[in-house]
């Protein structure tokens, strides 16, 4: 598709379980980023991925929280053992890499912890 | 580290008066600075940016000029219309490194 692709689009979990979400950024584009919008919190960094280099994983609030991207392109970010302080959504974005290049924002992905 | 602030919200205009949303950014070197919106229900859209110094990003007619003096990206709109009503979110990226870090955004609401 034109836009980056986010899947699934609501997910409600059980607390304890682990969830796992998509991303399909843009078609040649380098840079994957997630993000995480919570009430009252704004927009969080999470991860960024660029090409090859290892990837920023400095926003990650715990170690429950992982990504992968495979192959540079689709990513899957894994939240083990889920919490309800983890309900939020999860905006992924994609761009060509470096500052100034606009950067893509997928429709996000609606996680409940219940 | 960098840091995005911008001004507390929300903010409630009638339609047709001037929006100006205020944004302040600290930063080493030179940032690149973006204005998203987000309209009720839609994810994040880039509205306009500025890559350097004095550079004057616009669309949609709003407008938002890189102030380096001020470290400043203040966004404007000279008559709001009832469709603006979203929540807008100042961003910079850093000099040699393209992730965004974010203001809190501002909720603007705009009646007929």
């Known amino acids: 598709g034109a836009g980056v692709s986010q899947s699934p689009s609501n997910k409600v979990t059980e607390k304890g379980k682990d969830v796992e979400l998509r991303c399909d950024p843009i078609s040649g584009h380098t840079a994957l980023y997630w993000y995480r919008q919570s009430l009252g919190q704004g927009l969080e960094f999470l991860i960024y991925f660029q090409g090859n280099s290892a990837p920023d994983k400095s926003g990650l609030p715990s170690d429950r929280f992982s990504a992968e991207r495979t192959g540079g392109s689709v990513s899957t970010l894994t939240i083990q053992r889920t919490q309800q302080e983890d309900s939020a959504v999860y905006l992924c974005?994609?761009?060509?890499?470096?500052?100034?290049?606009?950067?893509?924002f997928g429709e996000g992905s609606w996680l409940t912890v219940v | 580290g960098n840091s995005v602030t911008q001004m507390e919200g929300p903010v409630t205009l009638s339609e047709e008066a001037f929006l100006t949303i205020n944004c302040t950014y600290t930063?080493?070197?030179?940032?690149?600075l973006f204005w998203y919106v987000q309209y009720p229900g839609e994810g994040l859209q880039l509205l306009l940016k500025?890559?350097?110094?004095?550079d004057k990003g616009s669309n949609k007619g709003f407008e938002a000029t890189y102030r380096k003096e001020t470290t400043s990206f203040h966004l404007e709109k000279g008559s709001v219309q009832v469709s603006d009503s979203a929540v807008y979110f100042c961003?910079?990226?850093?000099?040699?490194?393209?992730?965004?870090?974010f203001g809190q955004g501002t909720i603007l609401t705009v009646h007929p």
């Open positions: 930063a080493t070197g030179y940032p690149s």
């Open positions: 961003a910079l990226s850093e000099e040699s490194y393209g992730k965004l870090t």
């Open positions: 974005a994609s761009s060509r890499g470096g500052p100034g290049n606009t950067i893509y």
């Open positions: 500025a890559t350097k110094a004095d």
